[in-house]
T-cell receptor, first 113, second 113 residues
């Protein structure tokens, strides 16, 4: 699995867009980029994933650079409830196996008033 | 649609006692997982199941047993609890093989004295 690098922490004002970067310069062609978050004392929550194209869902947008060496998770209008640790994960989608989810250190996003 | 539920939410055991953690999902997912999360160590996979009646070991299976008698339920047993098993336990499920889109329960906080 490709190694990912994320900033340790970020702050964002409520109502503004939160842009969380992830560097994955060793990503290979068949590896997906996944984002999860974990709000304090809760179970991890899947946010979004993508391979090459930008993706958007009701929670967030994922922007992947053309060379796929980095990506950005965008929360368009951050609220206090988005305060959490955000994890970027790069993995192959191997349809022959159940997949273990492994978190790195992640980015601690603090949304403030 | 409750998603993934876990019981109990909290439990305190004495060393040597046994208990069973119950995970239930109502999404008709084939794949189910048990993780533990300790401070500063991220998620570690204990056991997983790729379908009713099947289970497999993860990376830290010692001291735990599991059963998947029904598709919607995945049980984690501790036969003789040890203080090293003090942790937060998360159950997750996924629809597709190899997918990292996993849905997590709220967790069980277990303390072994």
């Amino acid at each position: 699995d490709a190694k990912t690098t994320q900033p340790t922490s970020m702050d964002c004002a409520e109502g503004r867009a939160a842009n969380l970067p992830c560097n994955h310069s060793t990503i290979s062609g068949n590896e997906y980029v996944y984002w999860y978050r974990q709000i304090h004392s809760q179970g991890p929550q899947y946010i979004i994933h993508g391979l090459k194209n930008n993706e958007t869902n009701e929670m967030a947008s994922l922007i992947i650079t053309e060379d796929r060496k980095s990506s950005t998770l965008i929360l368009p209008h951050a609220t206090l409830r988005d305060t959490a640790v955000y994890y970027c994960i790069v993995r192959v989608w191997d349809t022959g196996t159940a997949s273990k989810l492994t978190f790195g250190t992640g980015t601690r996003l603090q949304v403030t008033l | 649609n409750a998603g993934v539920t876990q019981t109990p939410k909290f439990r305190v055991l004495k060393t040597g006692q046994s208990m069973t953690l119950l995970c239930a999902q109502d999404m008709n997912h084939e794949y189910m997982y048990w993780y533990r999360q300790d401070p500063g160590m991220g998620l570690r996979l204990i056991h997983y199941s790729v379908g009713e009646g099947t289970t497999a070991k993860g990376e830290v299976p010692d001291g735990y047993n599991v059963s998947r008698l029904k598709k919607q339920n995945f049980l984690l047993g501790l036969e003789s609890a040890a203080p090293s098993q003090t942790s937060v336990y998360f159950c997750a499920s996924s629809r597709l093989a190899g997918a990292l889109e996993q849905f997590f329960g709220p967790g069980t906080r277990l303390t072994v004295l």
